[in-house]
């Protein structure tokens, strides 16, 4: 069974910038779509960043322009960086793989951005 382990969430000030990582464990290259989702305090989990095998990207409305998805096969990761980074976007972020019959998830990180 694939499992899923993020990392890189930290407390941030505005503007900054972090990279999550999330390792798999399990190979990447036969895994056609992967993504980041994002669950505030108090609101539902929202995607906010989703890359397919060969390239087609989708972004939040909310994110675009300041985060990237991206996929390193060789080391079984997936990564998004956050560049600009807004109070607003503070959250437990996961990573995702959509499965048969059900999704993969890893256990989230925090991401603070706060003065």
């Known amino acids: 069974q694939l499992r899923l382990v993020e990392s890189g969430g930290a407390l941030v000030q505005p503007g900054g910038s972090l990279r999550l990582s999330c390792a798999a464990s399990?190979?990447?290259?036969?895994?056609?779509?992967v993504a980041w989702y994002r669950q505030a305090p108090g609101k539902q989990r929202e995607l906010v960043a989703r890359?397919?095998?060969?390239?087609?990207?989708n972004y939040a409305d909310s994110v675009k322009g300041r985060f990237t998805i991206s996929r390193d096969n060789a080391k079984n990761t997936i990564y998004l960086q956050m560049n600009s980074l807004k109070p607003e976007d503070t959250a437990v972020y996961y990573c995702?793989?959509?499965?048969?019959?059900?999704?993969?998830w890893g256990q989230g990180t925090q991401v603070t951005v706060s003065s």
């Open positions: 995702n793989v959509p499965g048969i019959g059900n999704d993969y």
């Open positions: 399990q190979t990447l290259r036969t895994i056609y779509v």
């Open positions: 890359l397919t095998k060969v390239g087609s990207t």
